[in-house]
Structures are given as structure tokens and as C-alpha cells.
T-cell receptor
Framework: EPEVTQTPSHQVTQMGQEVILRCVPISNHLYFYWYRQILGQKVEFLVSFYNNEISEKSEIFDDQFSVERPDGSNFTLKIRSTKLEDSAMYFC????????????FGSGTRLTVV | AQKITQTQPGMFVQEKEAVTLDCTYDTSDQSYGLFWYKQPSSGEMIFLIYQGSYDEQNATEGRYSLNFQKARKSANLVISASQLGDSAMYFCASHQDYKLSFGAGTTVTVRA
């Protein structure tokens, strides 16, 4: 069964450093998403991406964050100048069409900022 | 923005019994989708079941069924014949615009 692949599974970074979280969505999917889950809290939407541009972003997704689809297969989330409160599980997801029940989530990247 | 409410922070259920997880949503849109996801302790998000707002029948997927009451704006998940492996966090979510909005989740613990 096709799956969304996220790397790395765990990342520890120093406060103030930049991190790039990587995702390989399902190959025939067109919509891509990043979500965040702070430990013990609910899953929060960050950004959606379609046709090489951001479709929607949340208030969380400020200038510290950026997304890119550099090569037609990878979908990355860059967090600049990380803060302690950026520590969370970051999920990538993809879907074949908007609203289709075929949302598939990756297994997540657990980011720890120290 | 969509708001999803899950009022049960935690539930215990005996193995082989059924459990119902509550979910209500708040939307003024006519077209939307409702989802349930399972998150075991390992952290991944596992899709369980989907209900479209125009679907006339309640969705079912194996031991999972969704009790969809559109007028009440509720989409409760029923897990039948609970198994120890069902112990996890369960999230209700709705799709609208370009994103999923999640509830706070319900932790289910299945007792032997």
C-alpha cells in the first residue's frame, strides 16, 4: 500500500538553528499538508500546498516557516531559528484531491529543540 | 473556522465490548467530510473511517462504524468487539477548505 515517508523520524536541534523536515508524498497525490502536534495536545494544521504554491496556512505558519517542493517528489518544511516551543511531532500528509477521504499521513518527525 | 469537540478525554472499555466515542462539529457549510484517526503510542496517525456530508448511509469499516447525525452535527465512532490493540488516542476531524481540523482526542484503554 502506498505510504507517505517522512525523514528523519527524530531530530534534536539547538535553539536558534534551522531544521528541514522532509516528506515524500504518495506519487499520484496532488495536495500536500503539514500538521503539528505538541506533546499531549491536539493536531494543528500548519499549511496546505497545491500546484506548487501554498493554498492555505494557519496563524502558526509565520515567517519562521516555509515549505518547498524542490524536485517533484520531496515536500519539505523548513523551520528557521527554532524555538523551544517548536518542539513537537510534525506530520506530513497528502491527498489525491481536495476533500477526498484518501488523506494519508506520514509517521511523523519528532522534533526536539534544546 | 471549523470546530471539532470531543468531550471524553479518556475512556475504559472491557475487551470484546463496544465503545462509542463522541464527536460534534460546528460548520455552516453544506459540503464537508468527517474523519476518525487512531494514534497509538508509537505516534503515527492511522485513518479509520470517513463520512461525507452528503452520504445518506452511515460509514462502516470492519469493526468501526460512524453514527452520523447531521441535524445534531455529531459523528460518533463506534468500535465493536474491542481488542487490546485498540488502546490508543482517537481523533475526530473534519475537512473544510484546504485542511483538516482536529478535535482534542479521546484516549481509549481496553482492559483484558
Amino acid at each position: 500500500e502506498p505510504e507517505v515517508t517522512q525523514t528523519p523520524s527524530h531530530q534534536v536541534t539547538q535553539m536558534g538553528q534551522e531544521v528541514i523536515l522532509r516528506c515524500v508524498p504518495i506519487s499520484n497525490h496532488l495536495y500536500f499538508y503539514w500538521y503539528r502536534q505538541i506533546l499531549g495536545q491536539k493536531v494543528e494544521f500548519l499549511v496546505s500546498f497545491y500546484n506548487n504554491e501554498i493554498s492555505e496556512k494557519s496563524e502558526i505558519f509565520d515567517d519562521q516557516f516555509s515549505v518547498e517542493r524542490p524536485d517533484g517528489s520531496n515536500f519539505t518544511l523548513k523551520i528557521r531559528s527554532t524555538k523551544l516551543e517548536d518542539s513537537a511531532m510534525y506530520f506530513c500528509a497528502s491527498s489525491s484531491r481536495q476533500g477526498d477521504y484518501g488523506y494519508t499521513f506520514g509517521s511523523g518527525t519528532r522534533l526536539t529543540v534544546v | 473556522a471549523q470546530k471539532i469537540t470531543q468531550t471524553q478525554p479518556g475512556m475504559f472499555v472491557q475487551e470484546k465490548e463496544a465503545v462509542t466515542l463522541d464527536c460534534t462539529y460546528d460548520t455552516s457549510d453544506q459540503s464537508y467530510g468527517l474523519f476518525w484517526y487512531k494514534q497509538p503510542s508509537s505516534g503515527e496517525m492511522i485513518f479509520l473511517i470517513y463520512q461525507g456530508s452528503y452520504d445518506e448511509q452511515n460509514a462502516t469499516e470492519g469493526r468501526y462504524s460512524l453514527n452520523f447525525q447531521k441535524a445534531r452535527k455529531s459523528a460518533n465512532l463506534v468500535i465493536s468487539a474491542s481488542q487490546l490493540g485498540d488502546s490508543a488516542m482517537y481523533f475526530c476531524a473534519s475537512h473544510q477548505d484546504y485542511k483538516l481540523s482536529f478535535g482534542a482526542g479521546t484516549t481509549v484503554t481496553v482492559r483484558a
